[in-house]
């Protein structure tokens, strides 16, 4: 059964191209280097980014508070070999907080769901970030000449669980809504709803609330 994200993990859309393109933009040299395996100018971007076909690949995004991209994968499919390949990204002011795993495990999870048999993944030998996602999710890598080759046999009953992407899809629409929730009381100059980790503030909230329980309104 394949597993419940702990991180929200959208799908993505040709809406997106955009804001796929400015996350990839953002990506200094160095990490362009490792997404992609070679040097990436600006225009190579753009050209890469105008060439996904969402009706064929399938692109997943975690979204920062201000709803800016800040890790994207893209897993794109060969259904003649009955594999899919996966490369992702992820901000470096956004690395520790588990967006490279939650995505590769979506990739894993969704290209298990359609029925491919295999998952790869290439990069440098120096992406160590990536090679220790790669080996905790359980893709067997193979290192040549500096490269890295990461191989993932994949099975449904293991890797897949139709119902749990399902809950992964809801999870990424209400934590999508909320942040526009929270976005639109930060422009209005309004406190958003605590969020689970603000205890205090939490606290105070179910203290006013058991206050006034079993208050009668009083008429004007």
Sequence with gaps: MGPRLRVAV??????HRDDIMRHLLRLPAQDRLLRFGHPVKDEAIREY???IDFGHDRVFGVHAPDLALAGVG???FDPQAGAAELGLSVDAASRGKGYGYALLQRGVQHAANLGYRALFMHCLADNRIM????RKVGLSVV???GEADATL?????THGDVLGEAVNDQF??????LKQHDLWLAHAGL???PKPGDRDERRAIAGDAEAHQGEVPQRP
Excluded at 10 to 15: D, M
């Design 172 to 177: 990424a629409l209400i934590d999508c809504l």
């Design 191 to 193: 406190k958003s709803w």
């Design 153 to 157: 046999s994949l099975d449904r009953a």
């Design 131 to 134: 090679m220790h996602l790669a």
């Design 74 to 76: 893209h897993l794109a």
């Design 10 to 15: 959208p799908k993505l859309n040709q809406r």
């Design 49 to 51: 980014v105008a060439r």
């Design 143 to 145: 290192v040549t000449a």
